[in-house]
């Protein structure tokens, strides 16, 4: 279940990438933002100022201020007080442009945070939407190592003990970046798209056995940490027995989907033992992967040209 949003925690969040200067409001903090029903998804909660649906964090920029301005005494007292009335839980105006006197006493009167912002009411919103969009999505926790491997969010599973940490270990000393070690978050924030991120606690930090904790970000550098990145592949390590082994398609490989939060995702397997340089296959399975999303599918060229060479033989 997602955490409530308050306006506090939604201000703190966004205070500094979106420059807020909080001006009315106070006692409003308290307020939490929400999904209600019917809402499938946070980005519905910010929008600029519509009064036919109106959202929780309405956005004022050039034009819905010169709508106001535009307005009879009676009608603009009308449409504040819409404004700060339900369902607005903050509102925000952009641009760098000031609060009309009347809209920052009656959001104070009213208990409505309203903050400013220097920037264009376009990139606020989508500000807004891209945070709200991640903090409702459904999310789930899953046991492995997240990383961005050839420019693609690749998950590394597997049982304990038989040698994620040090895959990992080894695959950021060949240039490649950690994103989450034991325990990444999963959010849906689209019908097809995973977005792996690291619980604070464990950002920066990998175990490896033998060593203990590692941080990634002193030992290598900020280059070698990467803050979220789209899932779209997973490497399942294995031991298998000899029959196992005998039983993976010599052509295409052990590659099947696994079902995270309703998308299906890529999931090669492989199988771990002496003299395996997992990284090379790790490295060798993304590329294959980035091939495969490009419409190449190596098995299927190598069985046409097969095809194709037993048919010049028969003739």
Request: glycine content about 8%; charged content about 25%; overall charge neutral.
């Amino acid at each position: 279940m997602t955490a409530p949003l308050t306006v506090g925690t939604l201000y703190e969040a966004l205070r500094q990438r979106l420059h807020l200067e909080w001006i009315a409001g106070r006692l409003g903090s308290a307020h939490e933002v929400e999904l209600e029903k019917g809402q499938h998804s946070g980005s519905s909660l910010a929008g600029h100022l519509n009064f036919v649906r109106p959202c929780q964090v309405p956005v004022l920029g050039k034009a819905e201020l010169a709508y106001l301005d535009a307005l009879e005494t009676d009608p603009r007292r009308e449409a504040i007080d819409r404004l700060v009335g339900r369902p607005s839980q903050i509102v925000i105006i952009g641009n760098g442009l000031a609060a009309p006197d009347d809209l920052r006493k009656r959001a104070e009167a009213a208990g409505i945070p309203l903050l400013l912002s220097p920037l264009d009411s376009q990139d606020i919103v989508a500000d807004l939407q891209y945070y709200l969009s991640h903090h409702f999505a459904e999310k789930t926790t899953l046991h492995g190592v997240f990383m961005e491997v050839m420019g693609i969010g690749v998950l590394i599973t597997g049982d304990a003990s038989i040698g994620k940490s040090e895959l990992a270990l080894e695959l950021v000393s060949r240039g490649h970046r950690l994103i989450a070690d034991d325990s990444p978050v999963f959010a849906r924030i689209a019908p097809d798209l995973l977005n792996g991120t690291c619980p604070e606690v464990l950002r920066d930090f990998l175990e490896v056995r033998g060593l203990g904790i590692l941080n990634i970000r002193a030992m290598f550098g900020d280059s070698a940490i990467k803050q979220s990145k789209h899932m779209r592949l997973i490497i399942h390590l294995a031991q298998m027995t000899d029959q196992e082994l005998s039983a993976i398609d010599r052509l295409k490989g052990s590659r099947e989907t696994c079902d995270v939060l309703g998308v299906a995702v890529p999931q090669v397997t492989l199988p771990v033992g002496p003299g395996r340089n997992l990284a090379v296959l790790v490295e060798v399975a993304a590329r294959n992967h980035m091939l495969f999303l490009k419409g190449y599918d190596a098995s299927r060229r190598f069985i046409d040209r097969q095809q194709t060479q037993i048919k010049h033989s028969s003739t």
